[in-house]
């Protein structure tokens, strides 16, 4: 297992972010950085390597891209998601994995999980109630929001449970987290 400092927060964004979002993200394996990559940046990469020509070797691409980004249609702060993109077509899966989206059967597990550690028994069942059939999860948070304390321990609940979720991802690609 090899060790790597990766920022849980940048992670959490990625796994948290809505797949439907036009929005992947991709951890680097050399320097523990997630990196964003949005469908404009990856069809500016696509349009990068098109121009420079498939007889490019790797080590003219650099030089050949800098000069592309220079007549490049694209804001400053695009710039460097778009180099991003270029990386990640070129480092391929060796050097980035692309990082999974929370599925929602996952929060909806931890929402049944938390409601089986709730002492109140009003509140455990209008829990279980909220958690039957289509709009569980909005049904679910309105209970909460009458109950304050238990609102923050299922937050700090569900905190816990993604966090352990992209340790547990990171363990099954060989990383164990350097702190």
Request: glycine share 6%; charged share 40%; net charge negative.
């Amino acid at each position: 297992m090899r060790k790597l400092k990766v920022d849980l927060g940048d992670l959490e964004i990625a796994f948290v972010t809505d797949q439907m979002s036009g929005i992947e993200h991709y951890l680097d394996r050399e320097s523990g950085k997630v990196l964003m990559i949005t469908e404009d940046d990856r069809r500016a990469a696509d349009t990068f390597f098109e121009e420079a020509g498939a007889e490019a070797d790797e080590s003219e691409l650099d030089a050949k891209f800098d000069e592309w980004l220079d007549d490049y249609d694209c804001q400053d702060w695009q710039e460097d998601s778009i180099r991003d993109a270029v990386l990640i077509e070129r480092g391929g899966a060796k050097r980035f994995i692309h990082t999974p989206h929370q599925d929602s059967r996952d929060g909806y597990s931890d929402m049944a999980d938390f409601a089986e550690t709730v002492a109140n028994e009003r509140m455990q069942g209008l829990l279980a109630v909220a958690l039957h059939g289509k709009g569980a999860f909005r049904r679910f948070k309105d209970v909460l929001y009458d109950y304050p304390d238990e609102q923050k321990r299922f937050f700090e609940f569900s905190a816990q449970r993604l966090k352990d979720r992209m340790v547990e991802w990171l363990n099954d690609e060989g990383i164990e987290l350097d702190s």
